[in-house]
């Protein structure tokens, strides 16, 4: 009784699958990104080249079907391709977001403080169910995320603050430090 190794068919086609659907995978969540804000000429391109990523895969899948590893690579590269997109997508951070603040107390001193490191921000009287409000709104990237959270934790630490992805945000009213063109801020 012999046993034959093969290096290729155990070993190299499974890892080559599970890396090819990985890119797949991330290449997909960005893809998503990109046709939800709007930008379409990188979502088209991204789109190409995970299809051709996606027929070489199952391609490879589909001619050795005998192979369950390959059936595993393929889970796995997409599993680790979800947990990747989202990551990239995150650190990527294009566009813009609206944060709303609701506090009870008196928010002279947020407001103020988000002026002057230039966040355009508007405020206005409410009421709520436990009386008078200030609502403020500020439209920031979603890179300033971060730096907003802590300046409503310094001045308004009990603040209520919900945050919303904007698809669109016209550009032309933002101050230059929140507005930058760049390659994602294309629409077309």
């Known amino acids: 009784m012999t046993f034959e190794f093969d290096l290729f068919a155990t070993l190299l086609l499974p890892l080559l699958i599970m890396i090819a659907k990985?890119?797949?995978?991330t290449m997909g969540t960005l893809r998503i990104m990109f046709i939800s804000k709007g930008i379409r000429i990188a979502a088209v391109c991204v789109g190409f080249f995970e299809?051709?990523?996606?027929?070489?895969a199952i391609?490879?899948?589909?001619?050795?079907?005998s192979n369950v590893t390959?059936?595993?690579?393929?889970?796995?590269?997409?599993?680790?391709?979800n947990y990747t997109g989202m990551v990239l997508?995150?650190?990527?951070?294009?566009?813009?977001?609206?944060?709303?603040?609701?506090?009870?107390?008196?928010?002279?001193?947020?407001?103020?403080?988000?002026?002057?490191?230039?966040?355009?921000?508007?405020?206005?009287d409410?009421?709520?169910?436990?009386?008078?409000?200030?609502?403020?709104f500020t439209v920031v990237r979603r890179k300033k995320l971060d730096k907003v959270v802590q300046i409503?934790?310094?001045?308004?630490?009990?603040?209520?603050?919900?945050?919303?992805?904007?698809?669109?945000?016209?550009?032309?009213?933002l101050p230059n430090n929140i507005a930058s063109k760049t390659f994602f801020s294309k629409r077309k």
């Open 22 to 25: 990985i890119v797949e995978v």
């Open 51 to 56: 299809v051709l990523i996606w027929i070489a």
């Open 59 to 65: 391609g490879q899948v589909m001619q050795n079907l």
């Open 70 to 81: 390959n059936y595993f690579a393929y889970a796995i590269g997409f599993s680790i391709g």
């Open 89 to 124: 997508e995150q650190k990527l951070s294009i566009g813009y977001i609206l944060v709303r603040i609701i506090t009870k107390h008196d928010a002279t001193d947020l407001v103020e403080s988000m002026r002057t490191q230039g966040y355009q921000v508007t405020d206005t």
């Open 126 to 136: 409410a009421t709520g169910n436990l009386g008078h409000v200030k609502v403020i």
């Open 152 to 173: 409503i934790k310094k001045f308004n630490p009990k603040a209520f603050y919900t945050i919303e992805d904007m698809r669109f945000v016209s550009e032309d009213a």
